[in-house]
């Protein structure tokens, strides 16, 4: 039954029984073997090393492998390679815009929802490329009100998260609600003021990353 189901015959089964055996044990020991040379090498080299590297390391060391095979034994211990991915920046101040100012001063405890909302820009590395997300929070709720995701930094995708968190309130004016950024250029635009001077909001900024919430 299990030679019927696996798809072989019987004499093959028989024959990989008493000749076969041993190869397949033989070749386990030396694939252990051989990962052992990987991990060995792999915190030689301060535990930095991906693929490509280890296998140069293993080659000066007698042991001829594959990149392939030395990344499917990495993927088997649980180890990886360190990788330097190029910082994006995503607040980039307009020098010549006039910048709002600070009206929350770092305290984003408030006791009321509609008082005050924070937005920031944050980016996802994808196999396509970077991947920009635009949110708008209640500071008191910490509910994303509003989010827009686009393969740009564009002014327009921050005044669509905007209009969102607008519609999720259903209120075209928020004259209470203080809107806190930083200085990124989007938010100091003439289209982005715009939209905040029709909804009666507030504009506060501000230094790099203080509308990013702890706790």
């Known amino acids: 039954m299990l030679c019927h189901v696996c798809k072989v015959s019987r004499s093959g089964y028989y024959r ?3 000749e076969g055996r041993g190869v397949y044990e033989t070749a386990c020991k030396a694939r252990e073997t051989l990962k052992k040379h990987v991990l060995e090498a792999f915190e030689a ?3 930095i090393y991906g693929a490509p590297r280890l296998t140069r390391e293993l080659w000066s060391r007698g042991i001829e492998v594959s990149v392939a095979t030395v990344g499917r034994l990495m993927d088997e211990l649980g180890i990886q390679g360190a990788c330097g991915r190029a910082k994006t ?18 305290n984003f405890s408030v ?3 509609d008082k005050l909302w924070v937005s920031d820009l944050t980016y996802i590395g994808t196999k396509e490329g970077w991947l920009y997300l635009v949110t708008v929070m209640d500071a008191c709720s910490r509910r994303i009100l509003g989010y827009k995701m686009s393969d740009t930094m564009d002014t327009p995708v921050f005044i669509d998260a905007l209009n969102q968190a607008k519609a999720v309130r259903g209120r075209a004016m928020l004259p209470t609600t203080i809107f806190h950024s930083d200085h990124g250029s989007q938010y100091t635009s003439d289209d982005f003021r715009e939209m905040l001077r029709l909804a009666g909001m507030p504009q506060s900024m501000g230094t790099v990353g203080d509308c ?3 706790g």
Do not use: E, G
């Open 16 to 18: 990989w029984n008493t």
């Open 45 to 47: 080299n301060r535990s």
């Open 89 to 106: 920046i995503t607040t980039r101040p307009d020098r010549h815009a006039r910048k709002s100012d600070d009206l929350v001063k770092r």
């Open 111 to 113: 006791d009321a929802i």
């Open 212 to 214: 990013l919430l702890t």
